[in-house]
């Protein structure tokens, strides 16, 4: 099997992989919380004896630990079985979440526990060098504040915004991740690996929720723009330029609104939150002043809770919304013949009532009979941090 891992961008070898029977136990744990050598075995479809060794070799290594004993069923014979869970002193990695205003960090480990955590603000419009001095300082402050030493870490992982429009930088994605991952390397003498926070997210989505360990499968993260991250055979595709699913910028609307790209009626202009929560205000609220803004998430919830009301407005604006989309994402699911669909967004607990449009648009647009489903995920606020880390932290772990 390919390794995802192989493809992440950094220029510092990752240390020598754990092989497939520990990374799988790993991998159960993680998922399904402490668990005998009988569940691994039953869940992991592993052998007895394999299961035996592996876990004996991650408590001696320091990677899972002992925790108590299962419950014995009444009736049945012989000795409590000994659970197993990953260990407090195992892989730890920081995450970095690179937000617009606010830039976030985390030590965490493959349990995703949150151990420590800082905010600092995010410089405005900084260009390549004072990005570097940025995290170079903020990684820096946080480390020496906590006395976490980088060659104790795993690595290192960052979410970084996508290419920023306007810009005159080259649309290069993987150019910028892999100069900002070299020169923090240096720096900190750790493994570092640099992504755009859409696909952070992405991966967090993967390694956690229904979609744990999936190897194909799409999620299309809906924040302020509109981008897809593809997963197939387990690998995240990046694309030549790390642009791979970066659909926002393609023209749907003909005659639409003047996008920050340089465009007009990108997807992004018809689909994003702030242009959803603005439809909604302007068309089912009634403001008489559609430009003041509210508070955006508060507007969303209830758009999508007046969908599942049958409100005939809101209807039509999450309608629209999810044709376009559906649209696009048929184009993906035709080109890619992946069918899992996941749609994560800050849409409140009814945002799935933007789940049957978006299908209807798929099932219209591809060949008939083809299966394929969509699903709805609420935005997690520590996905993007917990994504950056797992970056590194996903060499421990293997897809279903
Ligand atoms: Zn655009």
Redesign the pocket.
């Known amino acids: 099997m390919v390794d995802s891992a192989q493809t992440t961008m950094t220029g510092l070898a990752r240390q020598p992989q754990l092989p497939e029977s520990k990374r799988r136990v790993l991998t159960l744990l993680r998922r399904h919380g402490a668990s005998t050598k009988g569940t691994l075995a039953e869940h992991g479809q592993m052998g007895w004896s394999t299961v035996v060794k592996a876990v004996d070799e991650l408590v001696q290594e320091g990677l899972v630990e002992q925790g108590g004993r299962q419950d014995k069923s009444p009736g049945v014979r012989g000795k409590y079985a000994s659970l197993y869970r990953i260990a407090e002193s195992g892989p730890r990695a920081i995450g970095v979440d690179v937000e617009l205003h606010t830039t976030h960090i985390v030590l965490t480990n493959l349990k995703d526990d949150v151990i420590l955590e800082e905010r600092y603000p995010t410089p405005r419009r900084a260009h390549h060098q004072a990005t570097e001095d940025f995290l170079v300082e903020s990684l820096r402050a946080f480390m020496s504040k906590h006395s976490v030493e980088a060659s104790s870490l795993a690595g290192i992982g960052i979410g970084i915004l996508g290419i920023v ?1 306007p810009t005159n930088h080259e649309r290069d994605n993987v150019e910028r991740a892999k100069r900002i991952a070299s020169h923090l390397e240096r720096v900190f003498a750790a493994r570092v690996v640099v992504d755009v926070n859409s696909k952070v997210y992405a991966l967090y989505e993967k390694w956690t929720n229904a979609t744990f360990g999936s190897a194909d499968f799409m999620l299309a993260w809906i924040r302020t723009g509109v981008a897809l991250s593809i997963f197939q055979s387990g690998q995240l595709c990046r694309g030549t330029h790390g642009l791979a699913g970066e659909i ?2 393609m023209r749907v609307a003909e005659g639409g609104t003047l ?5 007009t009626g ?1 997807l ?2 018809v689909v994003n939150q702030h242009y959803l929560a603005e439809q909604y205000r302007t068309t089912v609220r009634g403001a008489t002043s559609p430009g003041e803004a509210g508070d955006v998430l508060a507007d969303l919830e209830e758009l999508f809770r007046l969908v599942k009301a049958d409100n005939h407005a809101a209807r039509r604006i999450v309608t629209t919304a999810g044709s376009y989309l559906g649209t696009v994402l048929a184009g993906a699911i035709t080109v890619l013949d992946i069918s899992s669909v996941v749609v994560s967004a800050h849409f409140g607990p009814d945002g799935d009532a933007i789940v049957d449009p978006i299908s209807d648009a798929i099932r219209n647009a591809i060949l008939p009979n083809v299966n394929f489903s969509v699903r709805y995920v609420p935005f997690d606020p520590m996905g993007h941090v917990l994504g950056a880390a797992l970056l590194v932290l996903q060499d421990y772990l293997v897809h279903a």
Request: neutral net charge.
């Open positions: 429009f926002g910028h996008c920050r790209c340089g465009n990108c992004e202009t």
